[in-house]
């Protein structure tokens, strides 16, 4: 069940709407989960409960509490993006190595993280402002192409020169930190100075190589100074065609494996 559509209309997510649409979405949700499995009752249940918008957590969390009481099975609170940290584990076609760096990127989040074992995680580096995916999103709105920005910013991103409009990587010397609050900003001076005369393929193709070429830059600095062999990109962002393509040439060129999960798993959802 997505709620993507609904939210085109304000080119965002708006939490109570969120919430609302999760009430009404969440009973036939699990009945239709549990009619598919074949299944009455589940073994357990297991919910996120961090972190994220509040309403939609307190939804998840408020129908799990009363569903696991009523069948009298396991209740397992989930953190966010440990699912998506170990969502890496559902289809590897390898045994995954550990510790390995894991290069985590949504709408909410940028991190880098050594993933010494499941359950043990340490943050490398984090944004000290906006997250990755959120430039997407804005910067493509700024580019009047919708939501959800990040699938509409690639698709225009095909046919654009990526050269085109030289657009800003923040802290670039800094090995800790993200930043890409900086590149909004630019985006919007970019599509005020140009205005009609705005090549929005191009500008769509310079917003994801600056995007994508800052996030590069900060895993080779963590692979050189780690000295892992193991590289892993989950979350939202990780769905990008040119993102997987960048941090694939990246771990050849430092011969370690790369390791990413289906697109269909890189999206928030109960199987991740």
């Not at 709407?17 to 009455?40: D, I, Y």
């Not at 440990?82 to 985590?104: K, M, R, W, Y």
């Not at 085109?164 to 919007?188: C, E, M, Q, W």
Request: proline fraction near 6%.
């Amino acid at each position: 069940s997505s709620q993507a559509e609904l939210h085109q209309q304000w080119g965002g997510v708006v939490p109570e709407v969120a919430s609302r649409a999760h009430v009404e979405a969440m009973l036939p949700v699990v009945e239709t989960a549990l009619n598919l499995a074949e299944v009455k009752k589940p073994a357990a249940i297991a919910v996120t409960n961090r972190p994220g918008l509040i309403g939609g957590l307190s939804v998840g969390v408020t129908t799990a509490k009363a569903l696991a009481l009523a069948w009298q099975v396991p209740l397992i609170g989930v953190h966010h993006l440990e699912g998506h940290i170990l969502s890496v584990l559902a289809d590897a076609t390898e045994a995954l190595q550990f510790p390995h760096l894991c290069l985590i990127v949504s709408g909410g989040h940028t991190e880098l993280i050594k993933v010494q074992a499941p359950g043990r995680y340490t943050v490398l580096s984090e944004t000290i402002d906006d997250a990755a995916g959120e430039a997407f999103d804005k910067g493509a709105r700024l580019l009047g192409l919708g939501y959800p920005g990040g699938a509409r910013v690639q698709e225009r991103a095909t046919h654009g020169n990526p050269k085109r409009y030289p657009l800003p990587i923040a802290i670039p010397n800094d090995p800790y930190h993200f930043s890409f609050s900086g590149l909004k900003t630019a985006v919007l001076r970019l599509t005020q100075k140009e205005g009609e005369c705005l090549d929005v393929p191009d500008a769509a193709a310079s917003l994801q190589a600056a995007i994508v070429g800052a996030l590069a830059a900060k895993v080779e600095g963590a692979l050189e100074t780690t000295g892992l062999k193991t590289l892993t990109l989950v979350g939202g962002v990780a769905a990008n065609l040119a993102l997987r393509a960048r941090l694939k040439e990246t771990a050849n060129k430092y011969g370690v494996s790369f390791h990413t999960p289906d697109p269909s798993l890189c999206t928030d959802n109960a199987a991740m």
